[in-house]
């Protein structure tokens, strides 16, 4: 990565940009001024921003009101269509789409519109639905001498105790209809009356209900409500048809918005220069590698540019980009779910990649599962051609995949012991791999393959194997973090406070195998030397105690650790196994077609369950291998991402090269 300054003339700013968004290398920055330097005036213009976040939201929404009225329909293999840069760079289109997006967004106004009148409509006649056989006209409550009010009494409550409530008032209770907890009623009495008639209901829970702005009778009105909501349906209809007709213009609307996004970008980065009359200036950062392609684009212009390696004291202002080969890309996934690395780090997806997939292959460990997801992962990749995390995901299957493949044919795993179980239907010992290798191991015991996990000390030999890798795994590590810091200066640390407990580690295995125990001394002489070099005064002492029992605990706890890829391993294979057993018990005494029914159901429902349950695990517990074991005794994180002006398509895969 090198930081870049840029000078150019006002007048080809625009082209410039458009040229660095094309090149996609170039991270522009805010100028940082130094202290004292005198700064140009700046020429003040108004932000388009604001206008063209807005019109991106115009889209955006439009879009989303399309996909709901007319979905669309792709398979989840689907790639995106391909497009040209020429199409994208084309602004000329934004008015139109703009046009098409604002007819979509106010007919779905207009059906949110209609949407709430159904509602009203439909809340008229539900009011109506206990007074429907009434035939008095509700826009008409009074008379010359009497008035009429509508209402509910509780059920629970006479209509005899209600009318004995307005004896002595010249008034009458008349029952519409009722239901399980109201009688709806309404009561005529003479002009002048009404607080009287209200008062001497109370007792009996009356509630008024009042009925203004209602013309008609009950059947009226509800007849009117329900022919407004046909024309309402109608009307609702012919819009949702108007918006789904847009569906030709989807294309169209996705394309508006990756252009859009691409004059966004431009603008963005204007912000980020400084501009006088006639001139402007830029800072930011280029990848090495792209330098001279810059050096091209740059010189048909009027400017003057220069690049400087970063400052070694300041690591933390320079972005990251990891660069990697085809096999190590995938792993990126992994790097970026934890944090991207420190300029004075290194990449460690290099590192990640043979373990990564090693212990993922050692816990799933089954031939057909890693068959199936390498199938998938190629599948995956060569129909849908996913990009960026996805496109990491998909190869990371896939080596994942292979991995798991050959560890499941080192222990003659394929969905489970499967093809014994068959073999047994038919009373024959059927193994998918032979025996092809017989090593002998110190203890007395002897490794077979392919390994059968269930038998004798097998699981022991996975267990020892698993920590030996483990140990190889963390040596790694210390090895790297011990380069990092001989690259710092940093040597005295890392031979005698890193390197020391490997050579303990050593030691203990002489002494054991030996009963020398030289290289012991040698291994604590290096962590005390180490120490006393490191620390000050009394420090010099904590330091030793701390080191040996911080070393000893930590290293105890990585190692065994790693005891999981022998776990996960055996539990994945017992798991299959149990569920083959099961699925074989109709045909125990040889094959039947209600047997062969039974075990196809259970095969099917428990390795389903089997392969995405451990998918998970092994990612999860091999992800915990890398970032706790691993990144812990070297990697330095806290890298920030690179983010350079370029095109970044959402909708489309941009196949043409400018």
Not at 27 to 41: M, S
Not at 382 to 402: F, S, W
Not at 501 to 523: H, R
Not at 571 to 592: D, E, K, M, R
């Given at each position: 990565?090198?930081?870049?300054?840029?000078?150019?003339?006002?007048?080809?700013?625009?082209?410039?940009?458009?040229?660095?968004?094309?090149?996609?290398?170039?991270?522009?920055?805010?100028?940082?001024?130094?202290?004292?330097?005198?700064?140009?005036?700046?020429?003040?213009?108004?932000?388009?921003?604001?206008?063209?976040?807005?019109?991106?939201?115009?889209?955006?929404?439009?879009?989303?009101?399309?996909?709901?009225?007319?979905?669309?329909?792709?398979?989840?293999?689907?790639?995106?269509?391909?497009?040209?840069?020429?199409?994208?760079?084309?602004?000329?289109?934004?008015?139109?789409?703009?046009?098409?997006?604002?007819?979509?967004?106010?007919?779905?106004?207009?059906?949110?519109?209609?949407?709430?009148?159904?509602?009203?409509?439909?809340?008229?006649?539900?009011?109506?639905?206990?007074?429907?056989?009434?035939?008095?006209?509700?826009?008409?409550?009074?008379?010359?001498?009497?008035?009429?009010?509508?209402?509910?009494?509780?059920?629970?409550?006479?209509?005899?105790?209600?009318?004995?409530?307005?004896?002595?008032?010249?008034?009458?209770?008349?029952?519409?209809?009722?239901?399980?907890?109201?009688?709806?009623?309404?009561?005529?009495?003479?002009?002048?009356?009404?607080?009287?008639?209200?008062?001497?209901?109370?007792?009996?829970?009356?509630?008024?209900?009042?009925?203004?702005?209602?013309?008609?009778?009950?059947?009226?009105?509800?007849?009117?409500?329900?022919?407004?909501?046909?024309?309402?349906?109608?009307?609702?209809?012919?819009?949702?048809?108007?918006?789904?007709?847009?569906?030709?213009?989807?294309?169209?609307?996705?394309?508006?918005?990756?252009?859009?996004?691409?004059?966004?970008?431009?603008?963005?980065?204007?912000?980020?220069?400084?501009?006088?009359?006639?001139?402007?200036?830029?800072?930011?950062?280029?990848?090495?590698?792209?330098?001279?392609?810059?050096?091209?684009?740059?010189?048909?212009?009027?400017?003057?540019?220069?690049?400087?390696?970063?400052?070694?004291?300041?690591?933390?202002?320079?972005?990251?980009?990891?660069?990697?080969?085809?096999?190590?890309?995938?792993?990126?996934?992994?790097?970026?779910?934890?944090?991207?690395?420190?300029?004075?780090?290194?990449?460690?997806?290099?590192?990640?990649?043979?373990?990564?997939?090693?212990?993922?292959?050692?816990?799933?460990?089954?031939?057909?599962?890693?068959?199936?997801m390498f199938i998938a992962g190629m599948v995956w990749s060569k129909k849908a051609r996913p990009k960026g995390t996805m496109g990491y995901m998909a190869g990371l299957l896939i080596e994942c995949g292979i991995?798991?493949?050959?560890?499941?044919?080192?222990?003659?795993?394929?969905?489970?012991?499967?093809?014994?179980?068959?073999?047994?239907?038919?009373?024959?010992?059927?193994?998918?791999?032979?025996?092809?290798?017989?090593?002998?191991?110190?203890?007395?015991?002897?490794?077979?393959?392919?390994?059968?996990?269930?038998?004798?000390?097998?699981?022991?030999?996975?267990?020892?194997?698993?920590?030996?890798?483990?140990?190889?795994?963390?040596?790694?590590?210390?090895?790297?973090?011990?380069?990092?810091?001989?690259?710092?200066?940093?040597?005295?640390?890392?031979?005698?406070?890193?390197?020391?407990?490997?050579?303990?580690?050593?030691?203990?295995?002489?002494?054991?195998?030996?009963?020398?125990?030289?290289?012991?001394?040698?291994?604590?002489?290096?962590?005390?030397?180490?120490?006393?070099?490191?620390?000050?005064?009394?420090?010099?002492?904590?330091?030793?105690?701390?080191?040996?029992?911080?070393?000893?605990?930590?290293?105890?706890?990585?190692?065994?650790?790693?005891?999981?890829?022998?776990?996960?391993?055996?539990?994945?294979?017992?798991?299959?196994?149990?569920?083959?057993?099961?699925?074989?018990?109709?045909?125990?005494?040889?094959?039947?077609?209600?047997?062969?029914?039974?075990?196809?159901?259970?095969?099917?429902?428990?390795?389903?369950?089997?392969?995405?349950?451990?998918?998970?695990?092994?990612?999860?517990?091999?992800?915990?291998?890398?970032?706790?074991?691993?990144?812990?005794?070297?990697?330095?994180?806290?890298?920030?991402?690179?983010?350079?002006?370029?095109?970044?398509?959402?909708?489309?895969?941009?196949?043409?090269?400018?």
């Amino acid at each position: 990565m090198k930081k870049l300054k840029l000078i150019a003339v006002s007048s080809q700013r625009e082209e410039i940009l458009k040229d660095l968004l094309l090149l996609g290398c170039v991270q522009i920055d805010e100028p940082k001024e130094k202290a004292g330097e005198a700064v140009d005036p700046m020429v003040q213009k108004s932000s388009p921003l604001i206008s063209l976040r807005s019109q991106k939201s115009t889209l955006t929404n439009a879009l989303a009101r399309l996909n709901k009225y007319a979905p669309d329909k792709k398979g989840l293999l689907t790639p995106l269509p391909e497009a040209g840069i020429d199409a994208v760079m084309d602004e000329s289109a934004i008015a139109g789409d703009l046009k098409t997006a604002q007819y979509i967004l106010d007919s779905d106004v207009k059906i949110r519109s209609i949407q709430a009148q159904e509602n009203r409509e439909k809340a008229t006649i539900a009011s109506m639905k206990p007074w429907i056989e009434m035939e008095q006209d509700l826009g008409q409550s009074t008379t010359k001498t009497c008035e009429l009010i509508y209402g509910t009494i509780p059920v629970s409550e006479s209509i005899e105790s209600v009318r004995a409530l307005l004896a002595d008032l010249d008034a009458e209770v008349t029952v519409i209809s009722e239901d399980k907890q109201f009688r709806f009623v309404n009561v005529v009495y003479y002009r002048g009356l009404a607080e009287d008639v209200i008062a001497a209901l109370r007792p009996a829970s009356f509630s008024p209900i009042a009925m203004t702005g209602l013309k008609g009778t009950p059947k009226q009105i509800t007849k009117a409500a329900e022919d407004a909501l046909v024309e309402l349906a109608k009307s609702k209809e012919e819009l949702s048809a108007a918006i789904a007709a847009q569906a030709e213009n989807r294309p169209n609307l996705q394309m508006g918005l990756e252009t859009l996004q691409t004059v966004i970008d431009r603008e963005e980065a204007k912000e980020k220069s400084l501009e006088t009359k006639s001139t402007f200036r830029m800072e930011g950062w280029i990848t090495a590698p792209e330098e001279e392609k810059l050096s091209e684009v740059l010189g048909k212009y009027t400017c003057a540019w220069e690049t400087e390696d970063p400052d070694p004291e300041k690591p933390e202002e320079v972005p990251i980009k990891l660069r990697n080969n085809r096999l190590t890309r995938p792993y990126n996934v992994v790097t970026e779910m934890y944090s991207l690395p420190a300029y004075n780090g290194l990449d460690p997806n290099p590192f990640i990649m043979p373990f990564f997939a090693l212990f993922f292959g050692i816990m799933f460990a089954d031939m057909a599962y890693g068959l199936l997801m390498f199938i998938a992962g190629m599948v995956w990749s060569k129909k849908a051609r996913p990009k960026g995390t996805m496109g990491y995901m998909a190869g990371l299957l896939i080596e994942c995949g292979i991995s798991t493949f050959i560890m499941g044919f080192l222990i003659n795993g394929f969905f489970g012991d499967l093809v014994t179980v068959v073999g047994s239907w038919f009373g024959k010992d059927i193994q998918l791999v032979p025996n092809f290798a017989s090593i002998p191991l110190p203890g007395g015991m002897t490794l077979t393959l392919p390994l059968n996990l269930l038998e004798g000390n097998n699981p022991l030999i996975v267990l020892i194997g698993s920590i030996c890798l483990g140990g190889i795994h963390l040596f790694v590590g210390v090895c790297i973090g011990c380069y990092l810091k001989i690259r710092d200066g940093q040597w005295i640390d890392a031979i005698f406070n890193d390197f020391s407990w490997w050579v303990i580690i050593a030691g203990i295995g002489v002494y054991a195998l030996a009963k020398s125990p030289i290289v012991l001394i040698i291994g604590f002489a290096m962590m005390v030397l180490g120490s006393l070099l490191t620390n000050k005064g009394f420090g010099k002492i904590t330091g030793i105690v701390s080191g040996l029992y911080n070393g000893a605990t930590g290293y105890l706890g990585d190692f065994l650790s790693y005891s999981r890829l022998m776990a996960l391993m055996l539990a994945g294979s017992v798991i299959a196994s149990v569920f083959n057993q099961l699925g074989s018990l109709g045909n125990a005494n040889g094959p039947t077609i209600p047997g062969t029914i039974l075990f196809i159901a259970v095969f099917l429902i428990g390795h389903v369950l089997n392969f995405l349950l451990n998918i998970i695990g092994c990612f999860v517990h091999t992800l915990r291998l890398q970032y706790l074991e691993f990144f812990g005794k070297w990697y330095r994180d806290g890298g920030k991402a690179f983010r350079p002006l370029s095109i970044k398509p959402k909708y489309f895969d941009i196949t043409e090269e400018r």
